[in-house]
């Protein structure tokens, strides 16, 4: 298959870090260009890097791929659709909101960032939850006119819990959920970013907007299609999010209602069967599982699970019935929050949208 080229605006970030660690030698995109905001613009990549302590910025373990490094970095203002295939965004949501849609005119966009998730003709699309929203596309480019399209993935906090959600919603059905989240650092990014000394020795119990989004994306996600638009599945959703001192990976305590009464056997059964949506399996970057279920009650714990397949798989334990809900479940998870919960999760997104066609 020939490959697309690609241009990764914001490139030097965090998630942007993790698109070119998941695009070297993909099998169906290359990366084309780099670009950042005009800090950025006109340096080498690895010159792009160097934080104001003259510390290479390069914050993965993966090594950077020595093209990349090389390349010249654009100026996101500058970039032009029509001279890519494909754009992969992973800038803010207020810079998202000018770049993206100048983009999408003349290329399809895949982004990390919320500017358009909660508009109606735009999927938020977790390709083993809800694959079959992504014919809302199509809608999008009509009513909008554009050759290409904006398509954002949901927000990294979401994206675990969903993922936990949908095998439960499938076999019990699902009332309401609440849940606590312990969320890394690498979350909030590299600007600003956490500061360490606040975060050190620390938990910080808010999380400007997120919590919004979380209740908001979930039931977008797994929401059935409408004409035109995704029906919010009507399930309540209620969190607190809060961030620790953990690098990566998110940890998130769930305490969910079910429609019919489950045991805890098979509340695990249900979600260690789980295959997810068919157009998702064999994808390049799908993992043999999307749930890796723990027994041992000291996981899932961040260190340990985060890299669970390649970043992929949400891990779950310590699954217990809870007194509290009618017909209770409780569970804690780890997602990957710049893997699945961003750039890998957004290059899955394309691999999809190439198998099927739409690419
Ligand atoms: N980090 C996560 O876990 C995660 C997870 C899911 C979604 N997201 C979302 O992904 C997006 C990026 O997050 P991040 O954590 O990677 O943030 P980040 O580390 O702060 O990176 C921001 C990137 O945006 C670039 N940028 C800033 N202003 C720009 C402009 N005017 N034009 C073009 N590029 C510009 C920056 O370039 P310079 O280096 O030149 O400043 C940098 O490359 C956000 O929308 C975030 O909500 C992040």
């Keep these: 298959m020939r490959k697309l080229r690609s241009v990764i605006v914001g490139a030097t970030g965090l998630a942007g870090q993790q698109f070119i660690a998941a ?193 908001v994306e979930t039931k977008k996600i797994l929401g059935s299609m409408g004409k035109g638009s995704v029906l919010p599945h009507p399930m309540k959703v209620s969190c607190t999010c809060t961030r620790v001192a953990v690098l990566e990976g998110h940890t998130e305590a769930a305490f969910v209602s079910l429609k019919s009464r489950a045991s805890v056997a098979e509340v695990a059964a249900a979600m260690r069967e789980w295959k997810g949506a068919e157009a998702a399996r064999g994808l390049p970057s799908s993992p043999a599982r999307w749930i890796e279920v723990q027994d041992d009650p000291f996981r899932p714990q961040p260190r340990l699970d985060r890299d669970a397949h390649g970043g992929m798989a949400t891990s779950v334990g310590r699954i217990r019935e809870d007194g509290v809900l009618e017909n209770g479940v409780k569970y804690v998870l780890v997602s990957h929050n710049t893997k699945m919960g961003a750039a890998k999760g957004a290059v899955l997104v394309a691999e999809l949208l190439r198998a099927q066609g739409v690419l």
């Design 23 to 215: 695009l070297e030698r993909h099998p169906f995109f290359e990366v084309a260009a780099v670009a950042a905001s005009s800090r950025s613009a006109g340096k080498t990549y690895a010159e792009a890097l160097r934080t104001p302590s003259g510390m290479m910025g390069w914050f993965l373990s993966e090594p950077l791929p020595g093209a990349v490094a090389s390349m010249k970095v654009l100026d996101g203002a500058e970039v032009s659709g029509r001279d890519f295939e494909l754009a992969f965004s992973a800038v803010e949501a207020d810079v998202a909101r000018e770049l993206e849609p100048r983009l999408a005119k003349d290329v399809p966009v895949i982004s990390t960032a919320s500017a358009f998730r909660y508009e109606e003709d735009v999927p938020l699309l977790i390709p083993p939850v809800n694959a079959g929203h992504a014919p809302l596309i199509e809608e999008q480019r009509r009513r909008r006119g554009s050759k290409g399209f904006i398509l954002p993935i949901p927000n990294c906090t979401t994206t675990g819990l969903a993922v936990t959600l949908a095998p439960l919603e499938q076999a019990f059905g699902v009332q309401a959920v609440m849940m606590t989240s312990l969320q890394a650092c690498s979350g909030a990014g590299r600007s600003p970013g956490v500061i360490g000394l606040d975060i050190l020795d620390n938990v910080i119990p808010h999380i400007a907007k997120e919590e919004g989004k979380v209740e």
